[in-house]
DNA sequence: TGCCGACTTCTTGTCGACAATAAAAATACA
DNA sequence: TGTATTTTTATTGTCGACAAGAAGTCGGCA
């Protein structure tokens, strides 16, 4: 993975935004697992840039969060924080509920689109078994509704949350089922069709028990008892 | 106010944590108003700083959405946006609540004397009919509270919401009267007692309550109407 | 006089080099 | 042989200078 992304023509001030993006596909896609080292030096080699625009772009990923750097020393891919997992759960829970209540209010037709666009990628992903697709397929879904609900706060927290869960899910995915993922298009579809007939009650609760699906298949993963050898004669 | 921070004793990586903090202040306080441009020679002059330092914490402040870069033009401190105030006030509510209530829930004793420190100093600044001290001890008395919550996600979003808050008081604090700051400080002793009552609906109501009227006093300072030469004769 | 184009200037974006710091390695000592 | 201390090394943080882009200025032309 040595090729020097050689973009000769840098459009001036584009190569920031090129390797923000790109560092922080690699950091969600666990391409770049929780601990990594970031390199200045190496990424200045890869993208063939200066210094200065790399560590540009590495400040913005340490202001979300993504990266963790030590001072005068390293910096590196920050870790997954299993002991804050229950505030992950209850932001996350929260935000489901509240984007898809307001996407139940303030939608347009333009809007329900776009989701049924995502709707259908989580679909094919579904069909194809295709477990990475439906981890990104299914955040991209989700935050079509947040948008919908117009509210860029929550949109912001939202696809942070989101996509700090593709990292653990990713972590996780090998143990992906059949069963779940069929039943997770069920409940979008009848998300869309609350939202659509703008009943608030109702999206609200169907979002407050896809989140509890989805905390519960996470936290299943998380605590699953793996000890194949805690059976055997001593 | 040409006067140049000179902490010639730099200790290395300190010195943009300092223009970091200083500008958000002055950004939130006012000093640097909606529009204003940020140079960033004029900065490196004022800080004894390079411009990379200066431009870090630029780059950090953009993130935040503080500051908004023209690309190759121009940085200017971010315009408030009042098209999205409705968005404002919903996420700020739902903070205001949520916060709150896990407040209720999860406080330790310690929390408890936090709050109750700067409900003092609200208090304080209440009786000295201080304005710019209420706007912000009121501030720091709800992101207490946030932090006794113990959900890193609420808190890191109530604090900006919070902060574009104060800016737009600030804009209005002169229409500021006596009745409703004193009003404030009996709703936040209830607050509290309901947070040490570990009474989650109650903790919820009353912020709910706190919130709207919060909510309802930047409304009317918006729209209220000062066209005072509206009924000169012609 | 009015509009179009080259030129100037000012600010941002990028670069390569240097300084400081902390970990790792090497050395000295008990 | 083990520990403390010095030296080395690798990486980050900072710097001054240069390049590029955009706005404004000036001059030429119809």
Redesign the pocket.
Known sequence: MDETEKLQT???????STVYETLRNEIIELKLPPGS?????QL?DRF?????????A?VRLAAEGLIT???????IVSNIDFLGLPEFFDALTLMYRVTTRLAATNHTEGDIAAIRVQQKAFEIAVTNRDVLGMISTNRDFHIAIAQAGRNRYYVELFTRLLDEGRRILRLYYSSFNDVLPRQYVGEHEEMIQAIINRDVARADSLASAHADQIVGQIRSYITADSRQTAGLAL
């Not at 840098?10 to 920031?16: I, K, P, T, Y």
């Not at 080292?37 to 030096?41: A, G, R, S, V, Y």
């Not at 063939?48 to 540009?56: G, H």
Request: charged content about 25%.
């Open positions: 840098h459009r001036r001030g584009s190569g920031v080292p970031i390199d200045e030096q200045s063939a840039l200066s210094r200065t625009p790399i560590r540009e590495l750097t030590l001072t005068n020393r390293a910096t």
